[in-house]
């Protein structure tokens, strides 16, 4: 199975956090999953942390190295993902949700969220 994970998703797997369902939890440890993690999730991360809103810096400098050390694929945003996200109907207004739903639905992968809003758009969420 292949999956793009949410950025809340990704944190709380880093953190070893409870609020991860134990579907989300089984998917994210098993060998045959390839988990997509989205330089969105990267980019959103890094504003927080210049806002203050996200408190972990060892997170953001070594990004790139904790995604390898998990065995996830790093996900490039084309330019054909953001003019997608640019066209999705306005249910969610989070330009880094919406990049993760164009990822998706041209990717034809489910994401792994929490957050229901996505439901929406017809992308295959798995919680």
Not at 2 to 16: A, G, P, Q, R
Not at 24 to 51: F, R
Not at 96 to 119: E, G, W, Y
């Amino acid at each position: 199975m292949e999956i793009l994970v949410d950025t809340h998703t990704l944190i709380w797997w880093l953190e070893k956090n409870i609020r991860l369902s134990k579907r989300a939890l089984a998917l994210l440890a098993s060998p045959t999953t390839n988990v997509l993690v989205s330089a969105a999730v990267g980019w959103e991360l890094a504003i927080k942390a210049n806002a203050g809103k996200f408190h972990s810096l060892t997170l953001i400098n070594e990004f790139a190295r904790l995604i390898d050390r998990e065995g996830f694929a790093a996900l490039p945003i084309s330019l054909d993902h953001a003019i997608h996200a640019g066209l999705l109907p306005l249910h969610h207004r989070d330009p880094f949700d919406r990049i993760l739903i164009a990822q998706a639905q041209l990717l034809n992968v489910s994401i792994l969220s929490a957050d229901a809003v996505l439901d929406r758009y017809g992308v295959r969420r798995v919680w």
